[in-house]
């Protein structure tokens, strides 16, 4: 998505190390070269980090810049992270939408919540929009003055008792992915074997943000012989410029799905139709028929012209 966006990504933050979800960011950093950054509260230190921020932090963008506040009491090391002009707030696992990050492992306390709450996050004007962690119930924003009227835990007349005792009695299970989500985000989220989990293992595959399986045109030029180009578009569309890529094989989309059995399963699949829409369409059909390598031209035929790469007219398999 970055790249679709043309955007640079400056760092990838976590607001705390979370006990339920892996982070992203240290794929992030992989993939793009950002900086990883977490709060240097945590004993021991977060591995992989290379922004290490505490209270009173910014973390600048081009002309904008995130302030951080320390809102410790969900993790020693929980931030939120407020945009320069008050408008909105990152809240992590803080203040969540109608509720308030569980404080019963993890160094919590409810005590310390309260406060990072009421004085970091209250404080903030009432239309600052507040985006937490995350949200079970699919809910993404809220804002300052609705949890301060709404919040059941921490809203409305609630003071630091009633948080408290209410904090201390949720009953709450045990995070499912505890033992699996703690220590690696004690690595930013660094796989244990240390590895990039790539799209494909035979070629430069990218996946799009759509989903789909794309791969560059001047690629797959110099390794024709490495795979088996499918061409889905309609016959009489052979005759028509730009021509075609020398021995595709030619099943039109409308076919593909009753015609399965004549692709060769030896090579990765490179499918192709004049703008990649339907050879976009074509790799869904073929990955869930069990055709795993398989990957959809980019830009099509107009594309694979327009670079100037060899095509040939009709002749088919
Ligand atoms: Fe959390």
């Known amino acids: 998505m970055l790249g679709e966006l043309d955007l640079e990504l400056v760092a990838a933050v976590d607001t705390h190390c979370h006990a339920d979800h892996v982070t992203g960011a240290w794929l992030m950093h992989q993939a793009t ?41 969900h993790t020693d090391g929980c931030m939120t992270l407020v945009l320069d002009d008050g408008s909105m707030a990152f809240t992590g696992d803080a ?26 996050i209250f404080t903030l004007p009432d239309a600052c929009l507040v985006f937490p962690g995350h949200d079970y119930s699919g809910r993404t924003v809220s804002s300052v003055a609705e949890e301060k009227t709404y919040n059941p835990r921490i809203g409305g007349a609630a003071d630091e008792r009633d948080f408290v005792e209410f904090m201390q009695n949720l009953n709450l299970p045990h995070p ?15 796989p244990a074997d240390g590895k990039v989990p790539r799209a494909a293992d035979w070629g430069p595959v990218r996946q799009t943000y759509a989903g789909l399986l794309e791969i560059e045109p001047e690629w797959v030029a110099e390794h024709l012989r490495q795979v088996h180009v499918l061409d889905v578009r309609q016959p009489q569309e052979m005759q028509e410029s730009p021509g075609s890529i020398a021995d595709a094989q030619l099943i039109p989309l409308s076919e ?8 060769p399963r030896g090579k990765p699949v490179v499918v192709v139709c004049d703008a990649g829409i339907r050879s976009g369409q074509a790799t869904v059909i073929l990955r869930s028929a069990g055709l795993q390598r398989c990957a959809n031209l980019r830009g099509g035929m107009l594309l694979w012209s327009q670079l100037g790469l060899p095509t040939q007219r009709s002749s088919f398999k």
């Open 33 to 73: 070269g950002c900086r990883i950054g977490a709060s240097r509260r945590y004993q021991p230190p977060i591995q992989g980090v290379d922004l290490p921020l505490d209270h009173g932090d910014r973390i600048a963008f081009g002309g904008r810049h995130l302030e951080v506040r320390a809102t410790p009491g």
């Open 95 to 120: 203040l969540l939408i109608r509720g308030a990050g569980r404080c019963d492992f993890q160094q919590g306390s409810a005590h310390t919540l309260y406060r990072s709450i009421t004085r970091e």
């Open 176 to 190: 499912r992915q505890i033992d699996v989500a703690l220590p690696a985000n004690l690595r930013s989220g660094q």
């Open 256 to 263: 593909l799905a009753s015609r399965l059995s004549e692709i």
